[in-house]
């Protein structure tokens, strides 16, 4: 792996993967600032490739489809990403469109954008399982940008004008630092050579607050027409920039992220028949992170299930995990790490979001590293500080 820094000051890297046909690049910009409206940044992300100065959408679609170049942006809660593959021959073209995209976006299409930004989150709600995960983040971030969940941006999203959308992206733009990680088998001077006139990489860090600290509270939506309760019980714990984080990741692995094999599924849905979906997940953002814990069940088992949460809460909290359960749990994270980096896509895009997220390109190999050295104590002591009393609870039942 190369590291370099563009003209601008981007700082990038580029993994060379010979005879590999298709060409990975991410590029991530920071967000220094919270949105000013819950929706503003949705539309901005959705707009991007809705037309440039010298494309129209239509054209700008036909182009990426008639040679095969998948490229999209994302918005996430800490940053924008721009991210493409393409086929090698086509690498200088698929430059070429992701400058125009960054430095000309016209913004034409905001109205019909954001009436079809409302229509899709207002389908996506009728989900009872959508709609008690919406419940859940505009509960645990209360007041918070991270809490800006779909029901939020449906109820502040007409504040948003075309004029604060282009403001955002102008600020965006023109002050964050940037991270690009391109992986394949191409010249990788390229890169210069296109983006150079994208604006400076700024040494800004995200201005974002961090969440207050929760109490414990409860909330329920009655949704008439459900056929299931939906059950999420959670807390804010460390992020991926704190010590802790390979820990919460194997406590995850072991309460509930490795299917089969994983506590929650084999008591409660093996053993007790509660449900068919139980899970845990850890969700890091920059300035925070959350574990949750998951399961649709009938709605007689509600206070059954909250209890089987305690159970296995308790359990991991009181007795220390077994040398074996605990290496298989590091063999699950790790196997699971190459799974998700198999392709010059996603080595791109996990190198650029480690780098977005203050950490080295190759983060990931330091984190095998410290995966292998957790120990079952550990395991223990992580969830006695983090699994306290101080949760959220939310329900949605018919």
Not at 49 to 62: I, Q
Not at 177 to 199: F, N, Q, R
């Amino acid at each position: 792996m190369r590291e370099f820094i563009l003209n601008n000051k981007i700082k990038a890297c580029f993994k060379q993967n010979k005879n590999t046909p298709r060409i990975g690049l991410t590029l991530n910009f920071l967000i220094e600032n919270a949105e000013k409206y819950a929706g503003e940044y949705s539309l901005m992300n959705r707009l991007l490739l809705k037309g440039t100065s010298k494309y129209t959408s239509e054209e700008l679609a036909s182009i990426l489809d008639e040679n095969a170049i998948e490229l999209y942006t994302e918005m996430k809660s800490d940053y924008l990403k721009f991210k493409f593959v393409c086929l090698n021959e086509d690498f200088e073209l698929a430059l070429s469109i992701l400058k125009e995209i960054i430095m000309n976006p016209t913004f034409d299409e905001f109205d019909k954008e954001k009436i079809k930004l409302k229509g899709e989150l207002t389908a996506e709600l009728d989900s009872a399982k959508v709609k008690v995960s919406d419940l859940f983040t505009k509960t645990i971030y209360k007041n918070h940008y991270y809490g800006h969940s779909y029901t939020e941006i449906l109820a502040n999203v007409d504040n948003v004008t075309k004029e604060d959308v282009i403001n955002s992206y102008t600020q965006i733009l023109n002050n964050s630092k940037k991270s690009l990680a391109l992986v394949g088998d191409v010249d990788y001077t390229l890169v210069e050579k296109y983006l150079a006139d994208i604006p400076e990489s700024k040494d800004v860090e995200s201005r974002i607050s961090e969440p207050t600290k929760i109490k414990n509270e409860y909330v329920e939506i009655i949704k008439e027409d459900a056929n299931q309760a939906q059950i999420l019980q959670g807390w804010l714990v460390p992020t991926i920039r704190e010590k802790d984080y390979p820990v919460i990741m194997l406590l995850n692995v072991i309460l509930g992220a490795s299917g089969l094999s994983s506590r929650l599924f084999l008591e409660l849905r093996e053993k007790k028949g509660l449900a068919y979906t139980v899970r845990s997940a850890y969700e890091t953002h920059l300035k925070s992170a959350v574990f949750s814990i998951y399961i649709g069940t009938e709605p007689s088992n509600i206070e059954t299930s909250i209890q089987g949460f305690k159970e296995e809460i308790e359990k991991i909290k009181n007795v220390l995990v077994s040398e074996e359960e605990l290496h298989n749990a590091k063999n699950n994270l790790i196997g699971k790490q190459q799974f998700i980096s198999e392709t010059n896509s996603q080595q791109a895009n996990i190198m650029a979001y480690y780098s977005i997220m203050g950490k080295p390109f190759n983060y990931r190999d330091e984190i095998v590293k410290k995966l292998w050295e957790v120990t079952p104590e550990q395991i223990k002591e992580c969830a006695n500080r983090y699994f306290t009393e101080d949760f959220i609870l939310a329900i949605i039942k018919p």
